[in-house]
């Protein structure tokens, strides 16, 4: 008996169906594609790791740890978090594996499924994926800007054209203490209109209210202290020369002093990168320096500087113009109309596919007009069809679904006929 219950994907989940799996596989093979001309190594890590490792990295007070992660107890009762991002657990692998050996810098980069429990919305999913790349071990300015110009190039490359950058820096301990000083001796007097959020952060964070998204608090912090002017000589070096290799690059920046991000582990540059065509979630990417987190998780002292790029909403800032790159050059349909035909008709379809081409084949055994009218919906170029007069004389006939032509090629000639061009 046929159940009642329908089940349904879970709520902030997506079922990608072929046509955008197809969209996003052909943004994989570009974000692979340049990773590797910059000299990036794939990392993949598994998908769930140590709670610790997260709230130690991330920090408690973040968004992530204090509310959206998917944890669970093992059998063993260890406490497991489902990936939320992926600079700790690819810093974690850097560690583990002892890969900063040898004293060169480590170019790593992945493309990965993340898991937030987050409100769902346009652009914000609980299932998404994202693509970054982490460069380990070197302190330069120089570092920076070439992970900011990576993330600009792939997203260019994507076809995303009006994007924003953003930049910033918060940085390094020293400079950013006394700046976190002299925000929380700003703030204090008006400690009683603060939200309950940024009344606690003001004790444990007090940088992320700069991220506050209510209004009235963004007004009182535009007589806030700028951290720009917080910074040491050598941190402010370091800005402007990161800005200087920029516009060398000619990679269009805007400098928002305002921009901290959400995560602990930021020291120096912060950037982000924005997209005016995807509503209230407007980032597509944010990245920045972490020169502590090795050593807070345990490593020996390593600079590294990374971004995250979220797929699903570059998918959405492209809108229309994204297209799947990967169709092979000849969409083809292999029509068949008795058993021995049908034979005949899977060897073929089984030469042509290992050339490259896409072949689709009918196993439902319709009609002959059925197929061609199937082949047509699909929008092959041409319909090889196969009937008993063809087997007799070990023939096809070829149709162009375009111009209504048709001739008959010998079995043998039919693979150099649809040779796919390289
Ligand atoms: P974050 O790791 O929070 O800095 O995020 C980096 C990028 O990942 C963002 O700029 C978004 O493009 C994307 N992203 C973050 N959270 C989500 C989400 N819940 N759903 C879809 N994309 C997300």
Known sequence: MASEKQFKSIKGTKDLLPEEAARMRSAGAT?????????????????????????????????????????????????????????????????????????????????????????PQKGRLRQFHQFGAEAIGSPHSEQDAEIVALVYTILTELGIEDMTLHINSIGSDDSRNAFRQALVEFLAPYKKDLSETS???????????????????????QGAPAILDYLDDEDLAHYEDVKHFLERMNIPYTENKMMVRGLDYYTRTTFEITSPHV????????????????????????????????????????????????????LLYVAATTHEAREQALTVAMILRAQGNTVHFDALRRSLKAQLRDANRLNASHCIIIGEDEMKSKSAQ????????QESVPIDSLAALFMPQQ
């Open 199 to 221: 009344q606690r952060r003001l004790e444990t964070n007090p940088l992320r209210i700069l991220d506050s998204k209510s209004e009235d608090e963004q007004e009182l912090l």
């Open 279 to 330: 509503g209230a979630q407007d980032a597509l990417c944010g990245g920045g320096r972490y020169d502590n987190l090795i050593e807070d998780l345990g490593g020996k002292r390593t600079p590294a500087v990374g971004f995250a790029a979220g797929i699903e909403r570059i998918l959405l800032a492209l809108g229309e113009k994204t297209q799947s790159t990967d169709e092979s050059k000849n």
């Open 31 to 119: 974000i692979h594609n340049v990773m590797n001309c910059w000299g990036y190594g794939e990392i993949r890590t598994p998908v769930f790791e140590q709670t610790e490792l997260f709230a130690r990295s991330v920090g408690e007070e973040s968004d992530i740890v204090s509310k959206q992660m998917y944890t669970f107890s093992d059998q063993s009762g260890t406490s497991l978090t489902l990936k939320p991002e992926l600079t700790a657990p690819v810093m974690r692998a850097y560690i583990e594996h002892d890969m900063g050996r040898g004293g060169a810098s480590t170019k790593l980069y992945y493309l990965d499924t993340l898991f937030r429990q987050e409100r």
């Open 398 to 405: 070829v149709k162009s679904l375009s111009s209504g032509e």
